[in-house]
């Protein structure tokens, strides 16, 4: 999908509401009243949400109102953000869920199809770029509901795995979560030599990329190691996404990335989406997280020794608590940290590489002024301080990755039929 077919549909979805677009202008926004304007006729996008766990394990309810101590994402907080697209993650963890990688992660994507089947008048699921739009088109608007597995261990090593669950609605895969998978190295564990890596793809992991493009599944390289990074932009025919991901020149944690990693997605045409994470975006908070880790680590081992055997809901929300207790010993970082990492991947791969990917309910710490979903509008008012033209916001809360998956939906369409 072109951008300017984009803009064409965003621009009627504002238009309809009573609000100018100015698409293609490059007018500078001016203050709080013209952000707010900006905001509320923006089809914003977030491309990774954790809640499903939440869903599964706490039994949680979207239309429960929780404290942001307990939670990022409900219903209201949507609303108040102005929240139009979700991608919610299906996260296994490799090491509880050992052995049933598909079982868990199709237990997960059910949780979502029953959050929509419990509110249908304000969530609706979606597959597709038409259809994200179209859920903000509505009077009154819906919340469009999508799907990225996070981590590649989940399809166990099956082509037919992957094409099952693009069957149900997920729209993206990240190639690995912090642990290699058997045909991808990850990020997370590639200092340890005791852990098997590959160099980067196999060959069944660039054929899990090709197939991804077939599909029209968009290949998510956050998480995976900067050598598995260029391996797959080697093989990739479509633009790729890291689904949430900041700079490394920034802050630097291998989970980010680096500069020559944000040129090379600008010349893929695809998209980075910065995560809110506190040691993802701000130097002083990492070093500060790192020191805490042989400590914090401890007691969350004992922690989990002591719930073995608890129910599900008992050992989420305590450990949940936990983590979120060691990470507050630490000072949140400004707003202005989170702010610099958008700005930094604007400059350097350019504005039409970069979005939001927040990991709303999957971190233990966002920085100051950024509670939950409802705190949104305060991002598009610190760019708008910025001196970002209203064309540029629009992109960074949602276009980019609009267009980012219309091009892999037009990819898929060319290899129809192929295997």
Partial sequence: MRVENVMSMVGAFALAAGIATFAGASVHAGGTSEARAIHSSSVIIDTHADTPQRFLDEAFDMGT??????????????RAGNLGAEF???????????????????QLIDSVYGQVARHPNEMVMASSTDQIVAARSRSPHKLAVLMGVEGGHAIENDLGILRDFYRLGVRYMTLTWSNTNEWADSSGDIAKPEVAH?????????????????????????????KTFFDVLAVSGAPVIASHSSARALTDHPRNMTDEMLRAVAKNNGVVMVNFFSAFIDEDYRKAFVAQTPERQKALDALLEKLKGADSRTW???????????????????LKSLIDHLDHVARVAGVDHVGLGSDFDGVSSLPEGIDSAADLPKITEALVGRGYTREQVRKILGINLLRVFGECEQVSRRLAGKR
Avoid: C
Wanted: charged share 25%; aromatic share 10%; glycine share 6%.
């Fill in 198 to 226: 590959h160099n980067g793809l196999t060959d069944f992991g660039k054929d899990v990329v090709r197939e991804m493009n077939r599909l029209g599944m968009m290949v998510d390289v956050s998480h995976v190691s900067d």
């Fill in 65 to 78: 109102v929780t404290p942001t101590a307990e939670g990022h994402l409900d219903l209201e907080k949507v």
């Fill in 88 to 106: 919610f993650s299906i996260w296994v963890d490799p090491k509880f869920h050992s052995g049933h990688f598909a079982h868990r992660a199709l």
């Fill in 316 to 334: 989420y929300r305590e450990y949940n608590a936990a983590q979120k207790a060691w990470a507050a010993k630490i000072p949140r970082p400004p």
